[in-house]
């Protein structure tokens, strides 16, 4: 894989998904990349450098609009997800008061490993977007849920503590019309062994509205690169948070999350490492340890990622992301044109369905011949596909010299094309055919499980 994560695109796809609250980890990689972006193009594995907005101007721009943020007030800081002793074993029982109201200073503080944001699926509350996401935010006093992508609009805002049985106890802090201040709400939890799966009980909760949001699973959000992923995963099914398979390729302006809009089955060993409108990306866990807030280790791709809406690149040598007309976006299109293209050898196309969507697959690697460098870049490089549309969290996909892929493309129906990508390189090690077989071998059940809506 040859995206590029670079200042531009990270901050554009941020402010994209409409927060207002700019996370911890969101700000650490805004000012870390105001100071240390290079203005050479430089090719990394999440996402690519937008070309149609120059760096200082969009840091101008966030510079400042993080400025409005912190000196209007917005809800910006919050403890991370440091899990600490969690427990596999469910804590405390429903109780409520007859009259639901109780001091809101009793109990013991939220403990460290619940102080997170925790994704969860769609929830019937009002003030959600239909099929939108929902979250939860507890830090060391309080609670609220929150849309995916709308941090700064804190519904059923409460105070949070453990009473005496280890229960959750909520008690609403802002009154809403369907929840009175000094509403108390009790509820089990459980939070699995690796900290990351929390599970609520159904409780007892005076305010009928809030009961019927906060029980199910939650999934910490534990991202590396932005706060828009869950990062590891203990095994079962997921839903994604932000990719829109089916959005049309210039219908960018358009995004709505829709939670679930891919949906996934993993076994334990697995971290989703990315989730944006565009691209949504799984990583063995044993490579996600070795990233940072930059990704991946220069030269070192070890992962899966699922790209939408691709079109054949264009072939001029500038690598500056541009689709190539000429080239039908279907998948036999795409096909029988990386089959002859120069840059890359191609193993034969096979046929392959997922969730009732027909497909080809086939390996792809640098053709050895190929000696062709894209601008700023010392090693051959064969760029191959680009998003079809404008993308401010898009991608560009290519392969070096040593990187091994398997491509998947994917016809979901009107005019809709999934890429899927398995994809091996490392510059550090000896060529190691084993590496990606191994790769494909864990992937492909994955990939497998994979349904669209």
Not at 45 to 73: D, S
Request: net charge negative; hydrophobic share 40%.
């Amino acid at each position: 894989m040859t995206t590029q994560r670079d200042f531009d695109q990270i901050a554009r796809a941020w402010l994209e998904l409409s927060p207002d609250e700019a996370p911890d980890r969101t700000i650490a990689a805004v000012l870390d990349a105001v100071a240390t972006t290079p203005q050479v193009r430089t090719w990394r594995p999440v996402l690519r450098r937008l070309p149609f907005m120059n760096r200082p101007l969009l840091a101008a721009v966030v510079a400042a609009g993080l400025i409005v943020a912190v000196g209007g007030g917005i809800w910006i800081s919050r403890p991370g997800p440091d899990v600490g002793g969690p427990s596999s074993q469910p804590f405390g029982s429903p109780q409520a008061s007859p009259s639901g109201h109780q001091s809101a200073s009793s109990g013991t503080p939220i403990p460290v490993g619940l102080r997170s944001r925790w994704f969860g699926g769609i929830r019937a509350v009002s003030g959600l977007e239909p099929g939108a996401g929902a979250s939860l935010d507890f830090q060391s006093g309080t609670f609220g849920i929150t849309q995916s992508n709308h941090q700064e609009v804190v519904l059923y805002a409460s105070t949070a503590s453990v009473a005496i049985d280890g229960s959750l106890r909520l008690v609403t802090s802002a009154s809403r019309p369907d929840c009175n201040v000094g509403d108390v709400g009790t509820y089990p939890w459980t939070l699995s062994p690796s900290g990351q799966t929390l599970t609520i009980g159904a409780g007892a909760d005076a305010c009928p509205a809030r009961q019927a949001a906060v029980p199910g699973v939650w999934w910490s959000v534990d991202c590396k690169v932005g706060d828009t992923c869950l990062g590891d995963l203990d095994a079962g099914t997921y839903g994604s948070e932000y990719i829109d398979p089916l959005l049309a390729a210039n219908a960018y302006g358009s995004w709505a999350p829709r939670y679930g809009a891919l949906s996934f089955t993993v076994p334990d060993g697995w971290a989703n490492s990315a989730d944006w409108p565009s691209t949504f990306k799984l990583t063995p866990t044993a490579d996600y340890a070795l990233e940072t807030k930059d990704g991946p280790p220069d030269g070192v791709y070890h992962e899966v990622e699922v790209f939408t809406q691709p079109a054949a690149a264009i072939q001029d040598g500038t690598c500056d992301s541009k689709p190539e007309p000429s080239v039908g976006r279907s998948v036999d299109g795409l096909v029988a044109w990386l089959e002859k293209l120069p840059s890359i050898a191609t193993t034969p196309a096979t046929p392959i369905t997922i969730d009732g969507h027909p497909g080809r697959v086939l390996d792809v690697t640098i053709d050895p011949g190929w000696k062709t460098t894209c601008p700023g870049e010392p090693k051959p490089l064969a760029q191959y596909l680009v998003p079809a549309g404008v993308r401010p969290d898009g991608y560009d996909i290519g392969v070096f010299p040593g990187e091994r892929q398997r491509l998947i493309l994917l016809d979901l129906g009107k005019g809709h094309v999934l890429g899927i990508l398995i994809d091996d390189r490392n510059d550090s090690a000896a060529s190691d055919s084993s590496r990606f077989d191994a790769l494909v071998a864990a992937a492909m059940p994955v990939i497998q499980s994979f349904t669209f809506k």
